[in-house]
């Protein structure tokens, strides 16, 4: 008895629910490449200053996200959101188009 106790209280506690989910990380990139059944290769480009010399670096970072119609093509501007893992690389769904 005293554990379920204890569990309510941490969740009252927290102020969560076991029904409230977590927000997930989104990111605007552009496709990179389409040549894969369902999959999708999206670059997501950021931009930093290097604070000794106050220079603008662009870096990007790819990432392989899950199309399940095939519709986005190269060149198209996307939005990917955070999921399951879905394959050995792949973590990402694509949200809009």
């Known amino acids: 008895m005293n554990k379920k106790n204890s569990t309510n209280s ?10 409230e989910k977590t927000q997930k990380r989104r990111f605007d990139g ?5 040549k894969m059944q369902k999959t999708v290769v999206v670059r ?3 931009t ?6 106050k220079k603008r670096i662009t870096t990007s970072k790819r990432f392989k996200a899950h199309d399940e119609k095939g519709e986005s ?3 198209d ?8 893992p879905l394959s050995k ?3 990402w769904r ?3 188009n």
């Open 44 to 46: 997501i480009d950021s």
């Open 94 to 96: 694509i949200v809009k």
């Open 77 to 84: 501007k996307v939005t990917i959101e955070e999921c399951r």
């Open 30 to 34: 552009i496709v990179v490449s389409d």
């Open 73 to 75: 093509k190269t060149g």
């Open 10 to 19: 941490k969740v009252q506690e927290n102020g969560k629910n076991a029904t």
């Open 89 to 91: 690389d792949k973590r």
């Open 48 to 53: 930093k200053i290097v604070p000794g010399i």
